[in-house]
C-alpha cells in the first residue's frame, strides 16, 4: 500500500505570502496526484488533480508541480479564504485504489 | 449541475446495523465510479472504497474490506455504504465522492453523513 506523507503538519503564514505545502509518496504514483482543500464544515474540494491541473474554478495562485514521489502545492499569494487544512491523494487509475496523506493545516500566522 | 446529495446524520448504537446513501444527478450515473471517505471527529481523510455503478465492480482499501458493503441501484442513481454490526469506532463523517473526468481525483463531493455510534 502506498503511503503518503505530508509536510509540515501545520504551516503558518502571513496573507499575501506564499505558501509551499509537500507531499511525498512511498513509492512512484507518476503524476496521478491530487490536492484538496477542506474548510471546517465543510466537504473537501479539488484543487489541483494530474499534480499540476487546475480544477474548473480554481484560481490561478493555487499551482501544483511534482511527479514520481515528490509534490509540492504552492499558493502564490495568500488569501483570508485559503486558511483551512490541504491533503494530498494518490490515485491509481487501474484497478481504481486512493491514500491521503495526512494533511496540512494552514494558519494564519 | 452535477450533485450528490447524502443521507442525513444518523445515531445509532452498537451492534445496529445502517446503510446510508448518496444520490447522484446532473451526469450520467453509470459512467463515473463513486468512492466513500471516512473522517473520524477532527481526523484527516480516509478512502474506503469505490463503485462502478455501471456494473458494480467494486473495490476496497484493505483497511475496510470486510468491514463495510458498497452498492450502487442503477434505476434510482443512487449509492450505497452500508455496515451490518455498528461500533463506537465507526462514529465519523462519511463523504461520497465522484471519480473525475479527466483523471481519477475526485471531482465531485457529497456534503457528507454524520454516523454517531453510541450506547
Known amino acids: 500500500e502506498i503511503v503518503m506523507t505530508q509536510s509540515p503538519a501545520t504551516l503558518s503564514v502571513s496573507p499575501g505570502e506564499r505558501a509551499t505545502l509537500s507531499c511525498r509518496a512511498s513509492q512512484s504514483v507518476s503524476t496521478n496526484l491530487a490536492w484538496y482543500q477542506q474548510k471546517p464544515g465543510q466537504a473537501p474540494r479539488l484543487l489541483i488533480y494530474g499534480a499540476s491541473t487546475r480544477a474548473t474554478g480554481i484560481p490561478a495562485r493555487f499551482s501544483g508541480s511534482g511527479s514520481g514521489t515528490e509534490f509540492t502545492l504552492t499558493i502564490s499569494s495568500l488569501q483570508s479564504e485559503d486558511f483551512a487544512v490541504y491533503y494530498c491523494?494518490?490515485?491509481?487509475?487501474?484497478?481504481?485504489?486512493?491514500?491521503f496523506g495526512q494533511g496540512t493545516k494552514l494558519e494564519i500566522k | 449541475e452535477v450533485q450528490l446529495v447524502q443521507s442525513g446524520a444518523e445515531v445509532k448504537k452498537p451492534g445496529e446495523s445502517l446503510k446510508i446513501s448518496c444520490k447522484g444527478s446532473g451526469y450520467s450515473f453509470t459512467s463515473y465510479w463513486i468512492g466513500w471517505v471516512r473522517q473520524m471527529p477532527g481526523k484527516g481523510l480516509e478512502w474506503m472504497g469505490i463503485i462502478n455503478p455501471g456494473d458494480s465492480d467494486t473495490r476496497y482499501s484493505p483497511s475496510f474490506q470486510g468491514q463495510v458493503t458498497i452498492s450502487a441501484d442503477r434505476s434510482t442513481t443512487t449509492a450505497y455504504l452500508q455496515w451490518s454490526s455498528l461500533k463506537a469506532s465507526d462514529t465519523a463523517m462519511y463523504y461520497c465522492?465522484?471519480?473525475?473526468?479527466?483523471?481519477?481525483?475526485?471531482?465531485?463531493w457529497g456534503q457528507g453523513s454524520l454516523v454517531t455510534v453510541s450506547s
Open positions: 465522492a465522484r471519480s473525475g473526468d479527466s483523471s481519477g481525483a475526485f471531482d465531485y
Open positions: 491523494q494518490q490515485y491509481n487509475n487501474w484497478p481504481p485504489m486512493y491514500t
